[in-house]
Each structure stands twice: as structure tokens, then as C-alpha cells.
């Protein structure tokens, strides 16, 4: 292959070039190729995996290192050199985590964590120019940030906090002894989620790696039968069916929201709603866009949840008031997310301030009027209660 090949090629992707004939008779570009060749042979993989790993005639360490093994060939053959980051923050927080002070060890690892991944986002900002592949290293990074703080949290948990002072999912999730080098390396870059996730509960995944996971399962299951039937929960709605800003993003990303709950949300002494919001626009990345777009839904949220307190108990009275009103608040939803969410796609700051002036900015002056004029708690105001779902993702506001 001539030099100007060469070049293309790496230009295409920062990992293998062995699947660039592939490429070039699809037509697909090759970062792509080697991401959907990965996830394939992921899949292959997890069948040996199950059945000739499976934990009856394996042992815990070996079937963490052959999934770590894989795992780490997997972002080595789609990042090439770049794979060395994901190596780097995860030996890194393993060092916090076993050096730093219980009491202290979640914060010390989000604030490393969260660091580090924005160095990198910065990088891919000045090295990419907005030109970013579709595919590259910050998303295993990504992943991996949400499961090294969420294990340090519950590290925390088990090991600091007092049982009666978490609530049930803390509780259930508190790892209660630091997990070692294996251990952590194959919960972080284990093949099975090292790409694209999503992010497992620590507790849940070394159940996995044991044989045990199914036998937990079916008790939860149990218990959960024994208190309520196990069959009157509400299904959690779509994004395309919700009737409120926080329940489209609640069910958008749902891993991702539950690791915002878990590690800001329910963690936060004052400002939670909105510390919550500016932590999700740094973990997605350092372009412009995510934080217009984030801190846009701040006074959204407020006012959407003024707008429900203030009103919706007079629609309650008949089906037909109850139909109108989620019609109603189903297409402002949707209108209004159209609007939050375009500068996540424009990302940088001149062609989202022209969408906002060609919009007149209406949605922000509609947000904070509604903030203003309508009381925060009306008279009469009783709050609700709604259910709780499997992934305690729905809470009362």
C-alpha cells in the first residue's frame, strides 16, 4: 500500500489497520469496522465464555483474567496507543482506592477520575478540531469513570458509613472488603462492557464471575414478591412516551441517570438537581453544546415541576381532563427537549447562539417565568408518591 493508504488509514482510526480492505469494500469507515468486528467477536466470545468458562469447572481468577485479557485486546485493536488512558486512570484509582482513607476515597477518586477524563476530552478538542472519529477512546473512558466512582462510593458505604444512614439500593450495594488488582481490573475492562458499557453494580458483576448472580436474583425476586406481589410495579415509559422533562431523561440513558442519582443526586447536600446536571455535562465532554444544553435543563426542570404541582391535580377528576392533560404535556415535552437538546449537537457556541436568537430564546423565557410567577409548594400542596420502580429511578420530587 502507497503512503497517501497509509495516511488515510490512519487518519480512519487510531487502532488496527487489519480490517482495512473490509473497510474499503463496505464502505464503512474504519474505526467503525473495527468497533462492530469487536462487538461481534464479543459476542462469539461470551458463548465460550459461558459454557466453557462457566464457574462450575472454573475458577473466580481465571475467568476474571481471561476477561480482562479480552477486554484489554479489545481497546488496544480499536485505539491502538491511545488504550495506554484507559490503563492509566484505572491503575491510577486502584492506587487511590487501596492508599487513600475510607472516609476520603469516593471524592479523591471522582475528583481523579473526572480529571483525567477531561484532559482527555480536552485533547480530543485541540487534536480533532470538532472533526472527531465516531468512534474513539473517550467512550471506554467514559464507561469506566462511571464504574471506578460508583465502587468507590459504595467502598464508602460498606466500609464507613453506618447501615442505617444508606438507603436500601446503598445498602445493597456496599462492597464491604477492597476488591483486588484482579478483581478491579476485570469489573473495569472486562470484554463484555469495555466499549460501550453499560455500567454494572461491582457487587453484582464479581456475583456474575461467581456463579452466584442467578441464585441472588431469584431471592430478590422473592423478597420483592413477598411485600408487593411482584407484578404491581408501573413499566418504566419510554422517552418517546413521556409526559415530563425528568422522566424523558430519566429513561434516555438509564444507566447513566442511575449513576448520576447514585454518586451526585442522592449524595448532594444542597443543589442537587443542578449539581447533578453540571456533572453530567462534564462527563460527556468539554464542548460548549453539553453545558448549554445541561444547564438549559436546569430552569426546565424547575419549571416543569411548578407547572405539574401548580396544575395537574385540577385533570385528575375524569379520564378525558386526565387524556388532555398528558396529551398536552407530552408534546411540550417533547417540543421542549428538541430545543434543550439541539446545541448537544451543534457543540460549539456561534451556531448555538444563532439557533437560540432564530428560537428567540422562548423556551428559557418560558422556564423562567414560569419559575417566578408560579409558587414553588401551592396551597393544599400534598406531595406524591409515586412508585418505585426496580431501578429506584423514579423518586418523589
Known amino acids: 500500500m502507497d503512503k497517501k493508504g497509509n495516511t488515510d488509514i490512519a487518519f480512519k482510526t487510531t487502532g488496527c489497520t487489519w480490517l482495512s480492505l473490509v473497510s474499503d469494500q463496505v464502505g464503512v469507515p474504519l ?78 477518586t471522582m475528583i481523579a477520575s473526572l480529571g483525567y477524563l477531561t484532559v482527555c476530552q480536552v485533547s480530543r478538542v485541540f487534536v480533532f478540531d470538532y472533526g ?52 478491579y481490573l476485570s469489573y473495569n475492562i472486562n470484554f463484555m462492557s469495555v466499549l460501550v458499557g453499560p455500567c454494572s453494580m461491582y457487587k453484582e458483576y464479581i456475583e456474575f464471575i461467581k456463579g452466584q448472580h442467578v441464585q441472588h ?21 419510554s422517552p418517546m412516551t413521556a409526559t415530563s422533562f425528568k422522566s424523558f431523561i430519566d429513561n434516555w440513558n438509564i444507566q447513566t441517570a442511575l449513576w448520576l442519582k447514585s454518586v451526585c443526586y442522592d449524595r448532594a447536600p444542597y443543589y442537587r438537581m443542578p449539581l447533578t446536571f453540571v456533572l453530567s455535562a462534564i462527563w460527556h465532554g468539554v464542548y460548549p453544546g453539553y453545558y448549554f444544553t445541561f444547564i438549559t435543563a436546569i430552569p426546565i426542570t424547575l ?7 401548580n396544575f395537574r391535580e385540577y385533570f385528575l377528576s375524569s379520564r378525558g381532563l386526565k387524556i388532555c392533560y398528558d396529551v398536552v404535556t407530552w408534546a411540550a415535552t417533547q417540543l421542549t427537549v428538541c430545543y434543550t437538546v439541539m446545541p448537544f449537537l451543534l457543540l460549539a457556541v456561534e451556531p448555538t447562539m444563532q439557533y437560540y436568537r432564530s428560537m428567540y430564546f422562548h423556551v428559557h423565557v418560558i422556564s423562567i417565568l414560569a419559575m ?8 393544599g400542596f400534598k406531595p406524591e408518591i409515586h412508585a418505585r420502580h426496580s431501578n429506584n429511578n423514579v423518586k418523589e420530587n
Open 217 to 237: 436474583r431469584l431471592k430478590r425476586v422473592k423478597d420483592t414478591s413477598s411485600q408487593q406481589n411482584g407484578w404491581d410495579k408501573i413499566p418504566e415509559p
Open 372 to 379: 417566578i410567577l408560579l409558587p414553588s409548594k401551592p396551597s
Open 132 to 183: 472527531i472519529l465516531s468512534t474513539d477512546f473517550s467512550g471506554p473512558l467514559m464507561i469506566i469513570t462511571q464504574k471506578i466512582t460508583t465502587l468507590a462510593f459504595q467502598v464508602h458505604d460498606g466500609m464507613c458509613q453506618k447501615q442505617e444512614e444508606l438507603t436500601d439500593d446503598q445498602r445493597r450495594l456496599a462492597v464491604h472488603s477492597m476488591p483486588s488488582l484482579l478483581e
Open 31 to 108: 474505526d467503525q469496522v473495527n468497533f462492530i468486528a469487536c462487538q461481534v467477536f464479543g459476542l462469539a466470545v461470551a458463548f465460550w465464555f459461558r459454557l466453557c468458562l462457566n464457574p462450575q469447572r472454573t475458577t473466580p481468577e481465571v475467568r476474571h483474567a481471561v476477561a480482562t485479557i479480552i477486554g484489554a485486546s479489545f481497546v488496544m485493536f480499536c485505539f491502538g496507543w491511545y488504550a495506554i488512558h484507559v490503563f492509566i486512570l484505572v491503575l491510577a484509582c486502584y492506587g487511590i482506592m487501596i492508599k487513600a482513607s475510607v472516609h476520603k476515597v469516593h471524592r479523591y
Open 303 to 309: 419549571a416543569a415541576r411548578s407547572v405539574r404541582r
